[in-house]
């Protein structure tokens, strides 16, 4: 059963006819996982798929969103020229820790742990939203959890039961390297159709 494209609060709480007008973005500050991490996720996606029928972002591309923020498209030059200070970030390890879920979103994910070298990016990101976002982007949010989602918007009984489905499910404990960021956007209730990459050192 396909379920509608809804909109949670964060997508659609900001945008005024006026944003729209000015093509005002979402933009989502991304972790894509390399090989074969990368394959191992769709392959969940699609055994979620196969057991419980397709949900919101059980097709979605695998990625760790660090931070998302929605800001009007005439800045997107200015956003990339200077998040490219970023590149001086030295490629760091990350370690998946399991399913898990969000009981508030209803959203089933595979858990990574946390890093002090991913705590350093945040806080960096952070700080460059700060000194020259501060009155361009709206509503910016950095992820402090950060996960692989499988699915979401979940209702209670699909939610535990797929946790009690997966967590017998082997993945792979092997840290993969971070090498780069992606940056991201797409209007509100469409595709992500821009992206810019950085690479680190």
């Known amino acids: 059963m396909k379920y509608p ?7 659609t709480k900001l945008f005024t006819s006026q944003d729209i007008d000015e093509k005002v973005l979402i933009y989502n500050i991304r972790i894509v996982p390399p090989e ?3 394959s191992q996720v769709l392959n969940y996606k699609t055994e979620f798929i196969a057991t419980y029928g397709e949900h919101l972002l059980s097709k979605s591309k695998p990625h760790i969103t660090i931070a998302k923020f929605i800001m009007s498209s005439l800045h997107q030059n200015f956003l990339v020229e200077h998040f490219e200070s970023l590149v001086s970030t030295e490629k ?4 998946i820790n399991g399913f898990g879920i969000f009981e508030s979103s209803g959203t089933l994910v595979l858990q990574i742990n946390k890093s002090a070298e991913l705590d350093v990016l945040l806080k960096n990101i952070s ?7 501060l009155h361009k982007a709206k509503n910016f949010g950095l992820i402090y959890t950060p996960h ?7 209702d209670s009984k699909t939610l535990h039961s797929s ?25 509100n209730g469409k595709t992500w159709d821009w992206e810019h990459q950085i690479n680190f050192t």
């Not at 494209?5 to 997508?11: E, W």
Request: aromatic share 14%.
């Open 92 to 95: 760091f390890n990350l370690q």
């Open 36 to 38: 074969p991490i990368y």
């Open 5 to 11: 494209k809804t909109m949670d609060a964060f997508q």
């Open 148 to 154: 692989l989602t499988i699915s979401s918007f979940l």
């Open 163 to 187: 946790l009690s489905h997966f967590k017998n499910i082997a993945y792979s404990k092997k840290p993969f390297e971070v090498d780069h960021l992606m940056i991201t956007s797409r209007e």
């Open 127 to 133: 700080d460059l939203k700060r000194a020259l976002l």
